[in-house]
């Protein structure tokens, strides 16, 4: 995956809601473990005062049946038991003077605090600290108790075996939170990229739909979400607009077959006064203008009608094997003497062959009225070349004024030229790659002369290339053409 790719990744709504989902997740797993190992902590540490009470009240016993001297004897003993280093006794005046104790050898520097000795000495009850001990790394829990002789009772307990159970629990936790994190981010994702199906293909149909393929609809999948009120609301929105175009298309067809018939016969009329002769000069020509625009009105209706049927898919578009390079040579043939009056140079490279299958009517209505245009907003002196063929696809650039791209609908910034409206384009090429259909192409920008191309026409593989419009840019113009 390439970084372009991961930051489209990024920018997506699944990947935002995913990461959301993951790090909600994620705080409220480590608020939660939080909370619980702080109940474990005081559960360990109730549990561990409660068993150095039972401690306390043994030893009161054992000292009140058998007396100070055998305080050592018999503490030591169960000292032992437990470990010297785990557990020590110690029996201490008022003051905080040692009277007995068992082995301190490994509690050297564990005294009697003052402030937790005057309260048991008060009668406060037990009284519990927690120390740290030097040279462990653990710490330990001290308990004081007021015993009925008025002596006090100091019990130490190491919490070496605690700190080991929730060290134990951290280091369980720890990886399990990891294993959430990556779980939470799967699951967010599977839930995000579900709860958004739904509305890619909705953005998919609408792409179908923006190349072309008008009859594609969402499929509406049962589930009574928002997505299928989407869903169904988008059908509704493409069919209210299929049926509106439809019903343009309809007038437009409509419009095309009655203005034919008025048209032929105001041809009908010019050509028979053209015929008659009985006046000459002036009259004659504006007979044959108006014949000569009846035949171009006629033969606009007839290709607008054609692409009607093509569209509705009445009248298949025929194709054949045809060498654009002839095609465009052809052209530049019969419009080099009228490049060559309006002192225009007309530059042809293009000799080597370029086959492709498509219609040779559409074809050279294309060339014709590229070159038509380019001639006709090109002032005196300029040139118009078409060099060799570049990267699948025959370029023509020139310098001096061009065209400027409108889309389909738009108004000509200045004067309209000639639409290519009416020229199919189904052309393919034999090999190579192929631009997607309804898509524009992406060729590299040249430069010319040192400064870059600045206006650009692509035109599309599609039946109804949007429509052409003059534009004067600075330097150069680069048309090309992609089958």
């Given at each position: 995956?390439?970084?372009?790719?991961?930051?489209?990744?990024?920018?997506?709504?699944a990947f935002r809601l995913?990461?959301?989902?993951?790090?909600?997740?994620?705080?409220?797993?480590?608020?939660?473990?939080?909370?619980?190992?702080?109940?474990?902590?005081?559960?360990?540490?109730?549990?561990?005062?409660?068993?150095?009470?039972?401690?306390?009240?043994?030893?009161?016993?054992?000292?009140?049946?058998?007396?100070?001297?055998?305080?050592?004897?018999?503490?030591?003993?169960?000292?032992?038991?437990?470990?010297?280093?785990?557990?020590?006794?110690r029996l201490l005046d008022?003051?905080?003077?040692?009277?007995?104790?068992?082995?301190?050898?490994?509690?050297?520097?564990?005294?009697?605090?003052?402030?937790?000795?005057?309260?048991?000495?008060?009668?406060?009850?037990?009284?519990?600290?927690?120390?740290?001990?030097?040279?462990?790394?653990?710490?330990?829990?001290?308990?004081?108790?007021?015993?009925?002789?008025?002596?006090?009772?100091?019990?130490?307990?190491?919490?070496?075996?605690?700190?080991?159970?929730?060290?134990?629990?951290?280091?369980?936790?720890?990886?399990?939170?990891?294993?959430?994190?990556?779980?939470?981010?799967?699951?967010?994702?599977?839930?995000?990229?579900?709860?958004l199906a739904g509305i890619?293909?909705?953005?998919?149909?609408?792409?179908?739909?923006?190349?072309?393929?008008?009859?594609?609809?969402?499929?509406?999948?049962?589930?009574?979400?928002?997505?299928?009120?989407?869903?169904?609301?988008?059908?509704?929105?493409?069919?209210?607009?299929?049926?509106?175009?439809?019903?343009?298309?309809?007038?437009?067809?409509?419009?095309?077959?009655?203005?034919?018939?008025?048209?032929?016969?105001?041809?009908?009329?010019?050509?028979?006064?053209?015929?008659?002769?009985?006046?000459?000069?002036?009259?004659?020509?504006?007979?044959?203008?108006?014949?000569?625009?009846?035949?171009?009105?006629?033969?606009?209706?007839?290709?607008?009608?054609?692409?009607?049927?093509?569209?509705?898919?009445?009248?298949?578009?025929?194709?054949?094997?045809?060498?654009?390079?002839?095609?465009?040579?052809?052209?530049?043939?019969?419009?080099?003497?009228?490049?060559?009056?309006?002192?225009?140079?007309?530059?042809?490279?293009?000799?080597?062959?370029?086959?492709?299958?498509?219609?040779?009517?559409?074809?050279?209505?294309?060339?014709?009225?590229?070159?038509?245009?380019?001639?006709?907003?090109?002032?005196?002196?300029?040139?118009?070349?078409?060099?060799?063929?570049?990267?699948?696809?025959?370029?023509?650039?020139?310098?001096?004024?061009?065209?400027?791209?409108?889309?389909?609908?738009?108004?000509?910034?200045?004067?309209?030229?000639?639409?290519?409206?009416?020229?199919?384009?189904?052309?393919?090429?034999?090999?190579?790659?192929?631009?997607?259909?309804?898509?524009?192409?992406?060729?590299?920008?040249?430069?010319?002369?040192?400064?870059?191309?600045?206006?650009?026409?692509?035109?599309?593989?599609?039946?109804?290339?949007?429509?052409?419009?003059?534009?004067?840019?600075?330097?150069?113009?680069?048309?090309?053409?992609?089958?």
């Open positions: 995956m390439s970084l372009r790719e991961a930051l489209e990744i990024r920018r997506t709504l995913t990461f959301w989902y993951a790090l909600v997740f994620t705080v409220c797993s480590l608020a939660a473990f939080a909370v619980f190992y702080a109940v474990i902590s005081n559960v360990v540490k109730e549990r561990t005062d409660q068993a150095m009470l039972k401690e306390m009240a043994e030893a009161a016993a054992i000292l009140k049946s058998k007396g100070e001297g055998a305080f050592g004897a018999e503490l030591g003993f169960e000292a032992e038991s437990e470990g010297v280093g785990d557990v020590f006794f008022p003051a905080g003077g040692e009277i007995a104790a068992t082995n301190m050898n490994a509690w050297k520097g564990v005294g009697a605090d003052r402030g937790p000795l005057t309260r048991a000495a008060a009668g406060d009850g037990p009284v519990f600290e927690t120390v740290s001990v030097p040279g462990k790394p653990y710490q330990a829990r001290i308990v004081y108790g007021l015993l009925e002789s008025g002596k006090i009772i100091q019990i130490g307990v190491s919490l070496e075996d605690n700190a080991r159970f929730l060290e134990t629990f951290r280091d369980v936790f720890v990886p399990g939170i990891l294993i959430i994190m990556a779980f939470s981010t799967l699951i967010g994702w599977f839930m995000a990229a579900r709860a890619r293909e909705v953005t998919r149909t609408a792409l179908d739909i923006s190349e072309g393929a008008f009859e594609k609809r969402v499929r509406v999948r049962a589930g009574g979400d928002e997505v299928e009120r989407l869903a169904v609301a988008f059908n509704r929105m493409l069919d209210r607009i299929d049926g509106l175009v439809r019903g343009l298309r309809e007038v437009t067809d409509d419009i095309a077959h009655d203005l034919r018939t008025p048209i032929a016969r105001i041809r009908g009329l010019a050509e028979a006064e053209l015929n008659a002769g009985n006046s000459g000069g002036e009259p004659n020509q504006l007979a044959a203008d108006t014949v000569e625009e009846c035949d171009n009105l006629l033969q606009m209706i007839n290709t607008m009608l054609e692409i009607a049927e093509i569209e509705a898919g009445i009248k298949a578009l025929p194709g054949a094997d045809v060498d654009l390079a002839q095609v465009v040579g052809e052209a530049v043939d019969l419009f080099r003497p009228l490049a060559d009056g309006k002192g225009v140079r007309l530059e042809s490279g293009v000799s080597e062959a370029f086959p492709v299958q498509g219609n040779v009517r559409g074809l050279q209505r294309i060339a014709v009225n590229l070159l038509d245009n380019a001639i006709k907003y090109t002032p005196a002196g300029d040139r118009v070349r078409l060099p060799e063929r570049q990267g699948g696809a025959i370029r023509s650039d020139r310098s001096g004024h061009g065209y400027r791209h409108c889309r389909r609908g738009t108004a000509p910034r200045l004067q309209p030229a000639l639409p290519l409206r009416q020229q199919p384009l189904p052309a393919r090429l034999r090999a190579g790659p192929q631009p997607r259909v309804g898509r524009r192409p992406r060729p590299r920008r040249p430069h010319l002369g040192g400064e870059p191309a600045r206006p650009w026409k692509h035109l599309y593989r599609h039946a109804a290339p949007p429509a052409l419009c003059d534009f004067r840019p600075r330097q150069h113009y680069q048309i090309i053409i992609f089958p």
